[in-house]
């Protein structure tokens, strides 16, 4: 009969020593599950990162409490964090970007569309509100075109302005937007709904007709 495992309490170990933990998680000292990273998480973001990456199952168990708002962009953009980590985040997206700044929304985003992943449409919504890069944005959403009525598009559209808005009604205008494989398929889509007339490309541009009334 395997032995039980008596592991030293986290609670026990000053937060501000982060790297201490990072070593008795190694040794298998303390418990590598949600209450030791509760600690670790108070102990500063380096901590958390160098933590992470010596933990089995941190994917399993993490919750925003672990990876706080401004711990996001680091544990994304670091190299010693496992894909497995960033891959969960990126499923729940909505989850870990409570409260979250625009740079860690667009470093979360960006990973997740790198990752060939889907966001959901209120997330979409968030990442428009805050008028993040189309070329993030539109990528994200044309997985979704195909289940989204013109209402919801107009709705996301709307949050990027621009141009884009010209694209939400069938009013006889005449919208002019870059020509790239994420756009030609918003306007396909918008085409599909009845609300564009005809698309012609000339010289990386979309020039859209908009069907009248």
Same mark, same amino acid.
């Given at each position: 009969m395997k032995p039980i495992k008596h592991y030293l309490s986290a609670s026990t170990i000053?937060? #501000?020593d982060g790297e201490l933990f990072?070593?008795?998680? *190694?040794?298998?000292?303390v418990e590598d599950d949600a209450e030791t990273f509760g600690m670790i998480a108070t102990a500063g973001v380096s901590a958390l990162v160098f933590a992470i990456r010596k933990s089995s199952g941190f994917a399993t168990f993490m919750t925003p409490a672990h990876v706080a708002p401004l711990a996001l962009v680091p544990v994304i953009e670091s190299e010693?964090? =496992?894909?497995?980590?960033?891959d969960a985040l990126a499923d729940r997206f909505g989850e870990f970007t409570v409260g979250a700044t625009r740079h860690a929304l667009a470093a979360l985003a960006s990973y997740t569309l790198e990752r060939g992943k889907r966001l959901a449409v209120t997330d979409l =919504?968030? /990442? =428009?509100? #805050?008028? /993040? *890069?189309?070329a993030i944005i539109l990528p994200l959403l044309n997985p979704l075109l195909s289940s989204l009525t013109l209402t919801e598009i107009a709705t996301l559209l709307t949050a990027l302005g621009?141009?884009?808005?010209?694209?939400?009604? =069938?009013?006889?205008?005449?919208?002019r937007i870059t020509n790239t494989p994420a756009e030609r398929a918003l306007v396909n889509r918008l085409q599909a709904l009845g609300v564009v007339s005809s698309i012609k490309e000339d010289a990386g541009v979309l020039k859209i007709n908009m069907r009248k009334g």
């Open positions: 000053p937060t #501000e990072v070593h008795l998680i *190694a040794g298998d000292v010693l964090v =496992a894909i497995q980590v960033k =919504a968030r /990442l =428009a509100s #805050e008028r /993040l *890069a189309t621009g141009d884009y808005v010209q694209l939400t009604s =069938a009013d006889g205008r005449r919208p």
